[in-house]
């Protein structure tokens, strides 16, 4: 057996579709895979450098290493910008509307700092993350305005450097040094958004204009190389996204977690959970089209999967494959899949080597 993305070892059948005028709408012949499609996403090891787009009817991958973006600007109808929680990134919006007059030493930047962050066990951390459920309306930067006096300057954690260090056997190493600060500023000009930002103790900024990308969830922009970056497939051509992800423990805050799923919401991208130690009547291998139940489908949470395909993990505390769950996935297309994980670890028991088999449930 191969670790290539999908092994030779499944049936498939091409399904064409009518052509219309909606564009988003498939016009030629699609692949679907129909039985032992067998994936091992190649998220990169102990490090986990990359994210890792999974389209599951077309038999597809986007890698993508996942400090290469800081923002995403939203191309639906409201002008809305997300951060990237995949590096820890946290952001908190300041009083001020001059971002040139911020700066490291203001009273209101130093209080603010120990909580605009990720991992502090600090309750208040989770009101400067977007929301982890992938709702567009909980960004942690409000709703863009028309009214510029309106949107305020937010101070900018990146958060960190993707790890480099080799842990023990078993363990991440998934931070390595900390981005540092900015500052930022987003406002409205027509369809387009305009991002002003600087480091904190800079008196000038560095203003880009940023368009929506028709067919996309967002455009995304790069701090490190400042222009706008290649990183999602098409709004319709992704399904699943293997990430590190920030997420929320309630109670304690903004928390980070490796080994994590995420399903493409935005594109009406559903998924359940089968425990079979719950519904004893089912299986991954005996479950047809006909055990579905349409009304189990989680629509508004991104993480339909999350990290419930492991067990445990955290300091001092190695996670384990669950194998009495299995999922029910309809994807961008209104295809109906199940999807088992097979390994959280590759032969040598190193963390990041995912591997799961999926079927079309007809």
Known sequence: MTNKFFNLLFLAVALVFSSCSDDDSPSGPITIIIDGAQVAPEVGGPNQQNQIYIDLSANTKTSVQRDSWDLGFYSGSQFRVVINGSIYMATAALSSTDIDAVSSSDQEVQDLQPQVAVGTFQAESAGYIDTPNGSITGTAISEISSTNTENPVYLLNLGYEVGTE????????????????????????????????????????????????????????????????????????????????????????????????????????????????????????????????????????????????????GPGVEPSLKDNVFYIVNDTDGNLYKLKFLALTNESGERGHPEFVYALLQ
């Open 166 to 313: 080799t842990p023990e056997t078993g363990s991440i190493a998934v931070n390595g040094d900390p981005r540092g600060w900015l500052k930022i500023r987003i406002l409205k000009e027509g369809s387009n958004y305009i991002l002003q930002y600087a480091d904190l103790d800079a008196t000038t900024h560095q203003e880009v204009t940023i368009s929506k990308t028709s067919n996309y969830n967002f455009t995304f922009f790069s701090f490190t190389t400042e222009s706008v970056v290649n990183v999602e497939p098409a709004s319709t051509d992704w399904d699943l996204n293997f990430t590190v992800f920030t997420n929320e423990i309630p109670g304690y805050g903004a928390y980070g977690y490796s080994d994590f799923v995420v399903n493409n919401t935005l594109a009406n991208v559903g998924v359940y959970t089968i425990d079979t130690e719950v519904e004893t009547g089912l299986s991954y291998d005996s479950f047809t089209l006909e055990d579905v139940v349409d009304a189990n489908f989680v629509y508004n949470d991104q993480r339909g999967i999350g990290s419930s395909w492991r067990n445990g993990g």
